[in-house]
């Protein structure tokens, strides 16, 4: 079974940078690497959100209140999907979770423990 294992949360002061690490642990390479990979994030009290998503270095996504401010990429042979986060905001507070995605872009495997982000000063 396919766990997913995020990491690299913290509590962060408005401005600052955070990079999280996702891991898709028990997964073989062949499998990892065909996939689109996103980063998630749910806020307390809302739904959770696709916030960035990569197929490849020419192939990446942003939702709009990221753009120019997160960055996502991927490591294949370690089976690893990061995502750098800068200039961060009090908005950005939430947990933080990667999956892959659908053809329909919905999430493929059951959701990892995520990892809280906080931004505050």
């Known amino acids: 079974q396919v766990q997913l294992v995020e990491s690299g949360g913290g509590l962060v002061q408005p401005g600052g940078s955070l990079r999280l690490s996702c891991v898709a642990s028990?997964?073989?390479?062949?499998?990892?690497?065909?996939?689109?990979w996103g980063w998630y994030r749910q806020a307390p009290g809302k739904e959770r959100e696709l916030v960035a998503s990569i197929f490849s270095e020419t192939s990446r996504n942003y939702e709009d209140s990221v753009k120019g401010r997160f960055t996502i990429s991927r490591d294949n042979a370690r089976k690893r999907v990061f995502l750098q986060m800068s200039n961060l905001k009090p908005e950005d507070t939430a947990v933080y979770y990667c999956?892959?995605?659908?053809?329909?872009?919905?999430?493929?495997?059951?959701w990892g423990q995520g990892t809280q982000v906080t931004v505050s000063s």
């Open positions: 999956n892959a995605l659908s053809a329909t872009k919905q999430p493929k495997y059951h």
């Open positions: 028990r997964m073989i390479t062949s499998v990892f690497n065909p996939n689109v």
